[in-house]
């Protein structure tokens, strides 16, 4: 992002939740940039402090509140300093905020960005909150910082209504951007150096723009020469298509990555949370995906001490990570949101037993991710050279198709190549390799086709 100039007011940013909310963040600051601003990493040097939050469970809410209190100190440091609020709190809690924390000027939430200019000048305090289903953000350029990675939000709100989720309530109905849009943006990242986008949705499955679906959407922007990868999420296991896992089977530069959040091993809770699949549905998902692409990584997320949870479906839910084995898998205990279905169902397995079993199921997982990534060893892997490793400047740290994080010397390696890599040590749940002498191997399309198993990902919601 750029550096803050002296004469335009300088806004600063910092965002919880999911990659939608932090590109979310991105396309703000896009807005906030076509009006003057510049954008500081700074806080001392910020004219306005900007907290993109998250509602999904109440320790995001608790982390973001905290923050913000903490910002009315840094708010009467200097005249004229604004503190604003974002995302999805911001469209939750629209009532309470301003008497909650009285040093918040602005409340914006997620259909409001374009707003934000003609709102920063409204001398006194300022609330837009208005939900609009048609809204996708058309024209605007998110402004990005510089990297061979990008997130290209494809749809915004979600329909599904799982019992448990705060998502519909925030961010609204569901809608799709057009083709068009999609191809303007990546057009543009590409021109900057990007090389890999990841398509971002609540149900990426039910895209559809009036002329495509989902696969079809992947297939028009793989056709883009300057895309090296394509990574996409969230899919969700009750719009989950034949025909995606054969796009992905055979389209090369279409990482072979799934994450498919199964939440819960149990029929009843499965139910109970309205997601609109079963436990054998899921499976057969899993086995038809794995067979249509090969060395598939999948991943997922889970929720135990859900309404009604019994020793006996978490058992289920134990089993069925066994039984799929996923390269990697984010993991919560069940939090409960006002306004929800579940809300209204007795909370009623104890907190302390939740965290008994959230351990339990990251020490299965764990054990799972590790033997993965060891059997990764003497394999050579596909591996995108995305930033310098935080350890040593002479190490590029990057991802196999699959999404496992490698750290390998640079020799004369350039951002944003994909090389031939042998693994040759895993410690914690880091790999280690160095390049072939001979660069990948390309497809007949001229680019990298991805031949690896994967395992971790950063999807820190
Ligand atoms: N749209 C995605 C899907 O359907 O899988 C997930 C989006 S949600 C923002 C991310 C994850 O947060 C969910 O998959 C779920 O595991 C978790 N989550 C959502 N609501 C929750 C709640 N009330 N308590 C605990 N975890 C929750
Ligand atoms: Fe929430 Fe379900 Fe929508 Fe995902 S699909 S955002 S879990 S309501
Ligand atoms: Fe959180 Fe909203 Fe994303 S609730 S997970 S920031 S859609």
């Known amino acids: 992002m750029k550096k803050m100039s002296s ?24 807005i906030l940039a076509e009006h003057g601003y ?11 402090a900007l907290i993109n939050t998250c509602s999904v469970r109440a320790h995001a809410e608790q982390r973001a509140l905290g923050r913000i209190h903490n910002l009315a100190h840094w708010k009467q440091c200097a005249p004229g300093r604004k503190i604003v609020v974002l995302g999805c709190m911001a469209q939750k809690d629209r009532e309470s905020l301003f008497d909650e924390i009285p040093a ?32 996708t953000y058309s024209g605007i350029h998110p402004l990005r910082a510089p990297h061979v990675s990008g997130w290209v939000t494809i749809m915004r709100g979600c329909d599904n209504f799982c019992s448990y989720c705060i998502v519909p309530y925030t961010r609204g109905r569901e809608r799709s951007r057009p083709f068009r849009e999609i191809e303007k943006e990546i057009v543009q990242m590409t021109s900057l150096g990007f090389r890999e986008v990841t398509l971002l949705g609540q149900n990426v499955n039910s895209y559809h723009d009036g002329e495509s679906d989902f696969p079809g959407l992947l297939e028009k922007i793989a056709a883009n020469p300057d895309l090296k990868r394509i ?68 991943t997922t997320d889970m929720m135990v001490g859900f309404p009604g949870e019994s020793e006996s479906d978490f058992g289920d839910t134990v089993s ?10 984010f993991m919560y205990h069940y939090s409960p949101r006002p306004g929800t279905a579940s809300a209204k169902m007795a909370d009623d397995v104890p907190q302390e037993e939740k965290l008994v079993r959230l351990n339990h199921i990251i020490q299965i997982q764990h054990m799972i991710s590790r033997e993965i990534k060891s059997g990764m060893i003497g394999s050579i892997r596909q591996v995108m050279a995305e930033e310098t490793s935080k350890q040593s400047g002479s190490e590029w740290l990057g991802k196999t198709g699959g999404n496992h994080a ?24 880091t790999l280690r390799g160095t390049a072939l002498a ?14 690896d198993i994967p395992v971790r990902q950063s999807t820190p919601i």
């Open 231 to 298: 990574r996409f999420m969230t899919s969700h296991p009750k719009d989950c298509s034949e025909r995606l896992f054969e796009v992905m089977g055979s389209n090369g530069i279409i990482c072979p990555h799934l994450h498919l959040p199964v939440q819960s091993g149990s029929n009843r809770i499965l139910e109970r949370m309205n997601r609109g699949y079963t436990r054998e549905h899921y499976l057969q998902l899993i086995d038809l995906a794995r067979t249509s692409i090969p060395e598939l990584a999948v």
């Open 104 to 135: 918040v000027d602005l409340i914006a939430g997620p259909d409001a960005y374009r707003h934000l200019p003609g709102l920063l000048k409204d001398p006194g305090r300022a609330c837009d909150t208005q939900p609009d289903s048609t809204e």
């Open 7 to 30: 004469k335009r007011p300088a806004a600063w940013f910092e965002t919880y939740g999911c990659q939608m909310n932090k590109n979310d963040s991105e396309l703000v600051a896009g």
């Open 320 to 329: 069925l990570m066994r039984t799929v084995r996923f390269d990697d898998a």
């Open 438 to 451: 001979a660069p990948g191997h390309e497809s007949s399309s001229g680019r990298i086709r991805h031949q």
């Open 38 to 48: 510049t954008v500081t990493r700074d806080l001392d040097h910020a004219d306005i």
């Open 406 to 429: 490698v750290v390998f010397p640079k020799q004369h390696i350039g951002p944003g190549e994909i090389v031939s890599i042998r693994i040759e040590s895993c410690r914690g749940f």
